[in-house]
Every structure is written in structure tokens, then in C-alpha cells.
């Protein structure tokens, strides 16, 4: 594999700082890739953060180290276990056995949905798939996608799994055929038997990982969820937890839709208009963002991108002078699957007005993560972009590109230039959003990403880096948007 390229950058090097920003570690792993983003939890009760994240050479291929704990401290291998496809989402924790040490709740491609002994990985239990005879269950046999937490429904004083199953892998773009409906489901965390299910109310597919939050105004228990993909129509819902429990998302309330296009993307929760109640900011996979009032339902703003297409999560940050958090959207140029280049816009989240746009790498499915670098008030992002020429298609003969590198840069959106962190020839990266925060309480930054290698196959994995950069940046606050759909893993903002 190649080595890793450092470079000191004077974003990254605060003056009077003794502190070095150097690569603190370097896992290599062979023969395995990952498009699942980093999440962390102290493991190995050092007091250090421990990174778990999904991987797979395949994606329906059984690989011996389908999920992988790293120790936060060395880059070593903590544990791992196996899976029969990859695993693609990220890790959720919950001390189940109140041992002190969080369990962990992954899912993947072919119904893959694991729950593993935090310490050891060793499996707890398991989605097995036997219900072609259910009206409802017969179609949750496909890819599981991100999870959270939602209240007790059990009464045994431990919270549920809520998460989605959906996606045919086997379905071709633009084809209406070996479409089926995406199945919300909520899981006992103790021991994985399936608490509510019902599929989408309009019978499309979903690949929306699900978002959970609290009314403000009734406390009622509330889900977002999506339904559509790449080519096919769909909608962004909200329902009431009570409602899945009744197998009623029939009676989910259709917020916005989009026509030969779904909502694939993470919606994100955060007050714009500052009025004490968290509003959706949602971005269509046809490339419309909408932010939408959280008290009366009603569209605030629109931004359309026409030509463009995004998977991408938003990123949630202070981006302008403007009072008020704004959200970083990452988007690609093209129709799926034939994209060329990415692109990253600012939008003021009062008004949707664009302050920021740039056209840095090609396609890239990653999110960026967020912190005020140079605590001058306002935040930058750090991401992942690929670099290759970007023109380039797969055929049957030529699976790679001739050269490609990886590189994580910290984007300025006040001075409105970029500083590369790390740039690795050979490597890239099309899915996984780094981690940022303080890994081991010393008061500094440290950022954690993935590079996948494979010179002859861009779309196959031969083997990936996973990464530790220690920075000399001050941990003043910790990172309120540090990992995919947040630091905290659910998609909501807290001003």
C-alpha cells in the first residue's frame, strides 16, 4: 500500500502550538474495503475512543472481517466478525449488559443486522430472514442502513432499534422491475425479535436511513423516513412512533415528493428560523433541497441544482456572517450511475441564498464533517474528495482509471480556499465520512478516515488504510457535526 503524504498546512499548524499534526497511526488491512463510515466508543476501557466500521471485498460476498474494532490508541485490530455481504452501515452503541462497555448494532447489504459484545465482537443475535409467508416481512430481505435509538416500547427499561430494510441490489437503473417496498422496522436491542414493521406507503423502495426526534410542542415520538431511489419516485414522511407500532404508516403525512427520483439522503434536523423548534432540511436524490418548518409543515425555502444528483447527507454548520446555522451539501454532476465531477454549495439556512460553491474532485458519495479549525468564529469542513479524470467510464476492459488519488482537505468557506491534510496516490474513497473529535481526551482534534485501494478496479477492494491524524487544533468545544448524520449519529442539530 502506499504510504500516507502528510502535508503541514498553516490551517493546521495554529501558531504557538508545541503540538505536532502528524499521522498517529496507520492500519492496513488486505483484501477488504469499506463504504461505511467510522463511529467510535471506548472498547477496551483505556479511556480512548475505539473505532468500529463496516467492510466487505464484495458487495453480497461473505468476508471474515465484516465489521472491525480498531484501538483508538495503536491502529490495532481489536476484534472482528464476519458477515455474508458488506456491511455498510455505521456502528450504534448501547451497554446492553451493563458491563460498561456499549454493544454494537450494525447492519449491511443482504440483510445483514448484527448486534456484537462491545469488548469482545463476539455475535449477541442476529436478522435471520424467514419470512417469505408474511404480508409485511417477506420484503425486508435486503441492505440494513444506518440505526438509532428510540424509546422503550418493551418496558424492560432499554431502548428499541429503529432502522430500515430496502434496496434491491439486483434491480437495474431506471427499471421498474424487482422494485419492492422498503420495510421500516423497530428491534428489541436485548435479543433482536422484530417489535413493529410496515413498508412505505406508497410502495416504493428506501434506502433512507431513519431519523428520530422528539415534538416539541406534543413530546409525541416522531420518524422521518424516505422512500424512492436513483431512478425511481418517491417521498419524504413523517409518522409517529405510535403509528409503526400499529403497522399505520399508511397515515404517515407526505411532507414534499419528487418524480423519477427518490429520498435517499438523511434529512437533517436543526432551527432555522430560531423559533425553539427543529426544522427538515431535506435534499431530493434530483439534487432539490428543501428546508421545511418543523411547527406547521409548510416549505420555507427551495434550492433546485439543475443536472445534479446527491446521496450525500447535508453537513450542519456556521459557514457565514449570518446569524443562524447553514448547511454544506455535497452533489454530483451527471444521471446515476454515470456521474464526473462533485460539487460543494453553502446554503444559508434562513433563506436557501447559495454564499459558497466549488467543484472540487469527482464522484464521491462521502459527507463532510465540521469544526471551527481556526476558531475565528466560523467553521470549516473537512472531506474526502477523489481525484482522477473525471470523464472517465468503466467498460468491460478498463475497470480503473489510469491514475487516481485521495485526499482529505480542510475547506475555508471564509477566505474560500482549501488545504490538503493528507493526499495518497492510488487510494480513493467514494463513501466513507471521516470522524472528527477528541479521540483521547487530550485536548486536541484527531480525524479518522478510510482509503480504499484496488489499482485495477474501482469499483473492488484489494485492500484500505484506516487512519488517525492527530492534529495540534485545540478541542475548545467538542464537534457538534463530527461523523455522518452528525456527531451523535441522528441527524439532528442542537444549536
Known amino acids: 500500500m502506499q504510504k500516507l503524504i502528510l502535508i503541514a498546512v498553516s490551517l493546521l499548524l495554529l501558531s504557538c502550538e508545541q503540538k505536532k499534526t502528524e499521522l498517529a497511526w496507520n492500519q492496513a488491512l488486505y483484501n477488504v474495503g469499506s463504504q461505511a463510515s467510522p463511529r467510535t466508543s471506548d472498547l477496551n476501557g483505556d479511556g480512548i475512543l475505539d473505532i468500529v466500521i463496516g467492510a466487505g471485498k464484495e458487495e453480497l460476498g461473505p468476508i471474515e472481517n465484516g465489521i472491525i474494532a480498531i484501538d483508538g490508541k495503536t491502529g490495532q485490530v481489536i476484534w472482528q466478525q464476519k458477515a455474508n455481504a458488506h456491511i455498510v452501515g455505521s456502528a450504534t452503541f448501547y ?135 436513483e431512478t425511481m419516485s418517491g417521498k419524504l414522511y413523517l409518522s409517529s412512533l405510535s403509528h409503526l407500532m400499529k403497522k399505520q404508516l399508511s397515515q404517515a403525512h407526505p411532507l414534499i415528493q419528487e418524480e423519477d427520483h427518490g429520498y435517499i439522503a438523511p434529512p437533517s434536523l436543526v432551527d432555522i428560523n430560531q423559533d425553539g423548534i427543529l426544522d427538515i432540511l431535506v435534499i431530493s436524490h434530483a439534487g432539490r433541497v428543501s428546508a421545511i418548518d418543523g411547527k406547521n409543515k409548510a416549505i420555507i425555502w427551495q434550492q433546485s441544482f439543475p443536472a445534479m444528483e446527491s446521496s450525500n447527507a447535508f453537513a450542519i454548520g456556521q459557514f457565514n456572517d449570518k446569524k443562524g446555522p447553514d448547511l454544506l451539501a455535497t452533489l454530483c454532476h451527471g444521471t446515476w450511475p454515470d456521474y464526473n465531477f462533485a460539487m460543494q454549495v453553502v446554503l444559508d439556512g434562513k433563506t436557501g441564498e447559495i454564499s459558497y460553491q466549488d467543484t472540487l474532485g469527482c464522484t464521491g458519495l462521502s459527507s463532510p464533517v465540521i469544526y471551527d479549525l481556526d476558531n475565528d468564529g466560523f467553521d470549516e469542513a473537512i472531506l474526502s474528495i477523489n481525484e482522477y479524470d473525471c470523464d472517465f467510464k468503466i467498460t468491460e476492459d478498463i475497470r480503473s482509471p489510469e491514475s487516481i488519488n485521495n485526499q482529505i482537505i480542510a475547506l475555508d468557506f471564509k477566505r474560500k480556499n482549501y488545504r490538503p491534510i493528507d493526499k495518497t496516490e492510488g487510494f480513493r474513497n467514494i463513501y466513507s465520512t471521516p470522524w472528527i473529535g477528541d479521540l483521547d481526551q487530550d485536548g486536541y482534534l484527531d480525524i479518522i478516515y478510510t482509503q480504499n485501494f484496488n489499482p485495477n478496479d474501482i469499483t473492488r477492494f484489494l485492500g484500505m488504510s484506516i487512519k488517525r491524524v492527530s492534529t495540534a487544533i485545540r478541542v475548545k468545544k467538542a464537534p457538534k457535526w463530527g461523523a455522518y448524520m452528525g456527531s451523535q449519529g441522528n441527524g439532528i442539530f442542537e444549536n
Open 95 to 229: 451497554d446492553i449488559n451493563e458491563d460498561g462497555t456499549a454493544e454494537v448494532f450494525i447492519g449491511g447489504r443482504n440483510h445483514n443486522l448484527k448486534a456484537l459484545d462491545g469488548k469482545t465482537g463476539q455475535l449477541i443475535w442476529e436478522y435471520q430472514f424467514n419470512y417469505e409467508n408474511d404480508p409485511i416481512l417477506q420484503y425486508a430481505r435486503f441492505n440494513f442502513y444506518n440505526s438509532v435509538l428510540v424509546p422503550d416500547q418493551t418496558e424492560d427499561g432499554i431502548p428499541e432499534l429503529l432502522t430500515v430494510n430496502g434496496g434491491n441490489w439486483d434491480a437495474k437503473a431506471g427499471s421498474t422491475e424487482d422494485r419492492y417496498p422498503g420495510v421500516l422496522m423497530l428491534f428489541d436491542l436485548q435479543n433482536g425479535n422484530i417489535i413493529a414493521a410496515d413498508t412505505m406507503p406508497d410502495g416504493q423502495e428506501s434506502y433512507m436511513s431513519p431519523v428520530y426526534f422528539t415534538d416539541a410542542t406534543s413530546g409525541e415520538g416522531m420518524i422521518l423516513f424516505g422512500s424512492g431511489g
